[in-house]
Each structure stands twice: as C-alpha cells, then as structure tokens.
C-alpha cells in the first residue's frame, strides 16, 4: 500500500494534463533514452544490499520503491523498470526488486485500468466488455509467464541490455520525428 500511494495520488492528480501535453513521440523517446542512462547508471554502480528476501522490505524501502513508481507516469518511462531501478537504489537484492515491482504492479495496474473504464464506461457495448474480460485473463497468464521468464533472466544477467535497447529505440523514434 506505502508503494502503491505516491503514484495513485500523483496519478489520480496530474492524469489528464500528463495526457494532453507529454504523450508526444518526441517526449517518448527522449524517456526511452534518460531511462537507458539510468539504467546503465544504476548497473554500474554497486549499492550495498540491505533487502535480501521480500520480508525485509520496510516503509523507508516501499516508499522510495513508490516514489520511483511515480516517474513510470512520465510517457516513455517502464513502470516496471522504474520501480527495479527504484528498489536497487533503495538497497534491494536485484531479485527482490523484480519481485517487488511484479506484485506492485497488481494495485497498480488493476487501479489504472478501472479508472479508465470507469471514465470510458459509456461507450462500452456488452460485446466490448466479454473481450476485455478475455482479455484480461489471457494477459494475466501471460503476465505469470514472462514474470517467471524475467526472474529467471535478472537472477543471471544485469538490466543493461535493456538500457542499450530502450536507447537505441530512443534514438531511432527521435530520427524518425526529426
């Protein structure tokens, strides 16, 4: 709950302005390319661990592990990758971070998605609503998949390939739109 608030509030808070005024290909791929950096950053530098097994987490940890969350509101910004980021910064075992950002991202994106059905609710048709509910449990058994995926990758390997990518896809969207 600590680390789900910071972003709900914020969220709930700045939602439409986010909407009108970052989702640009140009504010999108300058993120792709700062979060690529932060990434490469983080990796690179050795924070001691303090949090080794999920039972460790404490509020000063789930805090700072929410307020990362916040940055994943900017368009172009992983949530998943901000809260990774989030957690290691916080002192985290790099795999207590993945896990602790898989199961924020319950509250967070169940949140997320009722409050946009319920401010698009009206335009749904009851053929709209039986998809989303397929939809739903098919993504979140695909969710489980690569969750289990993801976690047997990170216990192996750094992020930085993902720095590299999100950089190169920053790059690309930038020349494209320039």
Same mark, same amino acid.
């Given at each position: 709950?600590?680390?789900?608030?910071?972003?709900?509030?914020?969220?709930?808070?700045?939602?439409?302005?986010?909407?009108?005024?970052?989702?640009?290909?140009?504010?999108?791929a300058v993120a792709l390319i700062i979060g690529g950096a932060i990434i490469l950053w983080v990796e690179a530098?050795?924070?001691?661990?303090?949090?080794?097994?999920?039972?460790?987490?404490?509020?000063?940890?789930?805090?700072?592990? /929410?307020?990362?969350?916040?940055?994943?509101?900017?368009? /172009?910004?992983?949530?998943?990758?901000?809260?990774?980021? /989030?957690?290691?910064?916080?002192?985290?075992?790099?795999?207590?971070?993945?896990?602790?950002?898989?199961?924020?991202?319950?509250?967070?994106?169940?949140?997320?998605?009722?409050?946009?059905?319920?401010?698009?609710?009206?335009?749904?048709?009851?053929?709209?609503?039986?998809?989303?509910?397929?939809?739903?449990?098919?993504?979140? !058994?695909?969710?489980?998949?690569?969750?289990?995926?993801?976690?047997? !990758?990170?216990?192996?390997?750094?992020?930085?390939? !993902?720095?590299?990518?999100?950089?190169?896809? /920053?790059?690309?969207?930038l020349m494209m739109f320039y």
């Open positions: 709950a600590i680390a789900f608030l910071p972003a709900a509030l914020v969220g709930f808070a700045a939602h439409d302005w986010i909407e009108r005024y970052l989702f640009t290909p140009q504010t999108v530098s050795h924070k001691p661990v303090h949090v080794a097994t999920l039972e460790q987490v404490r509020v000063k940890t789930a805090l700072m592990v /929410g307020l990362a969350q916040c940055c994943a509101l900017f368009p /172009g910004i992983s949530r998943s990758g901000a809260t990774i980021i /989030g957690g290691l910064l916080a002192g985290m075992d790099r795999r207590v971070a993945t896990e602790y950002s898989f199961f924020l991202a319950l509250p967070t994106m169940i949140v997320a998605t009722a409050y946009k059905m319920l401010k698009s609710f009206s335009i749904f048709t009851q053929q709209d609503l039986i998809a989303l509910l397929v939809g739903l449990i098919v993504s979140f !058994f695909v969710a489980w998949a690569v969750i289990a995926a993801f976690l047997a !990758f990170v216990k192996q390997h750094t992020l930085s390939s !993902f720095a590299y990518y999100r950089i190169a896809l /920053g790059i690309i969207v």
